[in-house]
């Protein structure tokens, strides 16, 4: 119910305004801002962490480096807090859960604080863009934001290009990235792959065995697109008598993965070139992303 209101309303409060709350706290890097930029200065033991934050490790040696430099110069960036629901008194942590873990480390006492009145979305959408601005997010990571944004906001990557400062082409790709084999996606967890590597093996045939020929040999992008279009030759020549549409071009995979975005959902083309028609077809997981599908039909009429 949560999720459906959040889609109707659009983007609730709206995006922009959330992004100018967390953009409120980061002005208070500033070394003249201090931490006067808070709205109030509370006990560390009244502050609790988001139970649903989408980031469930952290790094102990960012923390310790981390809590040296509040050691030194204390918590000059506000955490963004709600009131806890439900009468259990303290705050909830809307964004700096790593602040608040690392001021824990360096034992301090009380923390300065933005205190915001959101709701459970609201919460979660901003737990997500936290996230997604991280500097050691691997493509994976941040494609997986990107989905979440538009899966349960119903955001468009129109919107979330004007709001977070990426080309729309730029989340397109990075969200296609999810449609690769999960050996493919460990790679670039690992980071023995680049997005642009990972770009390249989208259109092959089989991603995964020329990803590893990529890691094992230490390609460059260049040079795993040559690699793709090598084995695409190479399978060309080796069946030369498939039937019309078998074979899927670059143009119809990357509609594939633009339209499997756009609606959260499974989506495959099946496309006969010398008669110029085909079936699309669209997988669904779960009842409600069926009635979701439902409703932006109907909504089209």
């Known amino acids: 119910m949560s999720d459906k209101k959040s889609k109707n309303r659009g983007l609730g409060r709206g995006l922009s305004a959330l992004m100018a709350d967390v953009s409120q706290a980061e002005e208070a890097t500033a070394p003249e801002a201090g931490a006067a930029a808070a709205d109030q200065i509370v006990p560390i033991e009244k502050i609790h962490p988001n139970p649903d934050q989408p980031r469930r490790s952290f790094t102990t040696s960012d923390l310790e480096e981390l809590a040296a430099s509040i050691r030194e110069k204390g918590v000059i960036q506000p955490l963004i807090v709600r009131r806890r629901a439900g009468g259990a008194g303290g705050y909830e942590i809307v ?89 493919v996606q460990t790679y670039l967890r690992e980071g023995k792959l680049s997005a642009g590597h990972a770009r390249a093996l989208i259109t092959s045939q089989d991603p995964a065995a020329l990803a590893r020929k990529v890691v094992n040999s230490g390609l460059s992008v260049r040079e795993t697109e040559k690699l793709v279009r090598k084995d695409a030759a190479n399978d060309a020549s080796r069946t030369p008598r498939k ?59």
């Open 95 to 183: 964004a700096g859960e790593r602040r608040w873990r690392a001021a824990q480390m360096a034992k301090l006492h009380e923390l300065p604080v933005l205190v915001r009145d959101f709701d459970d979305s609201e919460v979660l959408e901003i737990a997500i863009i936290e996230n997604i601005q991280r500097a050691d997010l691997n493509p994976v990571e941040e494609a997986a934001g990107y989905r979440q944004l538009m899966e349960k906001f119903g955001h468009t990557q129109e919107k979330l290009s004007e709001v977070l400062g990426k080309s729309r082409s730029y989340i397109a790709n990075l969200v296609r990235l999810l449609g690769l084999p999960e050996e």
């Open 243 to 301: 039937t019309a549409g078998a074979e899927k071009d670059a143009d119809t995979k990357a509609l594939e993965g633009d339209l499997s975005a756009a609606l959260g959902m499974r989506v495959v083309i099946q496309h006969d070139a010398e008669h110029e028609s085909g079936r699309v077809t669209i997988g669904y997981d779960t009842l409600d992303q069926l009635d979701e599908l439902c409703r932006m039909l109907s909504s089209t009429r």
